[in-house]
């Protein structure tokens, strides 16, 4: 049976030692997260790589590996969260190939080396069949201008004056030959253009508003060529991506697989 001293002594060093624990709990980044690289955020306690001595509390420390050993604890990554992508805005050039784009904006700026954000704005190819006054543009001649299915959608299926437009249809080609321009770009919009190999069989789809009235077909699809003909076609959104197909056949839908299925444009 312990004795008076020897009670008050372990009660004491009970005490010592909840205290040390609730001081290790605390951490050394408790209430104190800072942004950026910032030396004075810093204090002496454990690291994570369990070397007592001086570590931080900053955002930096991540990347030199000499935190605190309750950083993530109490300073929890939070990511960059973005709102949706916006309407596509109209063709920047009317009357001719051109660019459109949407953007999304920052809800909330990533803290303590949470994901960073990524890009706001997107362009993809396009052609305004109107000009600024509402008036029809003049039918070219020439390659035909093709994007991606992706950018495609969201057509119009009626006239301005409410009329059911005609629903279209699909052509299919035999890719001759395409630029290397094609494969060196790496802007999300044109990732599309990396699938245009030689050789392949592809379908491009003729809609509303591409489709001309007075013909019923696209500019470039061929309807008025035989099947030997060799054809030019030209990619939206670079205008160094471009090249030749030989025509297959016309089809009331297209049937290929996403990564080779376009729009005429």
């Not at 890009?119 to 052609?127: P, S, T």
């Not at 495609?152 to 006239?159: C, E, Q, T």
């Not at 809609?207 to 001309?212: D, I, L, Q, V, W």
């Not at 205008?239 to 990564?259: F, L």
Request: contains cysteine.
């Amino acid at each position: 049976m312990m004795g008076p001293f020897a009670e008050f002594a372990w009660w004491l060093l009970m005490v010592v030692s909840a205290l040390g624990e609730n001081q290790l709990v605390a951490g050394g980044c408790s209430g104190k997260c800072c942004r950026g690289r910032d030396l004075s955020c810093s204090t002496t306690d454990w690291r994570m790589d369990r070397v007592h001595g001086t570590c931080y509390c900053d955002e930096g420390c991540v990347r030199t590996n000499d935190c605190c050993f309750d950083y993530f604890t109490e300073c929890p990554a939070q990511d960059c969260v973005v709102s949706d992508w916006s309407f596509w805005s109209g063709c920047l050039k009317p009357c001719q190939p051109s660019l459109r784009v949407r953007v999304r904006h920052t809800e909330q700026q990533p803290r303590n080396s949470g994901k960073r954000c990524p890009g706001l704005e997107q362009q993809a190819g396009c052609r305004e069949y109107r000009d600024h006054r509402g008036i029809q543009c003049g039918v070219n001649s020439g390659p035909a201008f093709i994007t991606s299915m992706e950018f495609g959608k969201r057509r119009p299926k009626h006239d301005s004056y409410g009329n059911p437009l005609d629903p279209g249809f699909c052509v299919e080609f035999t890719l001759q030959s395409r630029t290397p321009h094609c494969t060196v770009e790496h802007r999300p919009h044109t990732h599309w253009m990396r699938y245009i190999t030689e050789g392949f069989k592809v379908c491009v789809a003729c809609e509303p508003p591409a489709m001309r009235h007075n013909s019923s077909g696209c500019q470039g699809d061929g309807q008025e060529s035989d099947r030997e003909a060799v054809l030019h076609w030209q990619a939206m959104g670079n205008p160094r991506c471009s090249g030749t197909w030989k025509k297959i056949q016309k089809t009331h839908q297209c049937n290929c697989p996403p990564q080779h299925s376009f729009v005429f444009i």
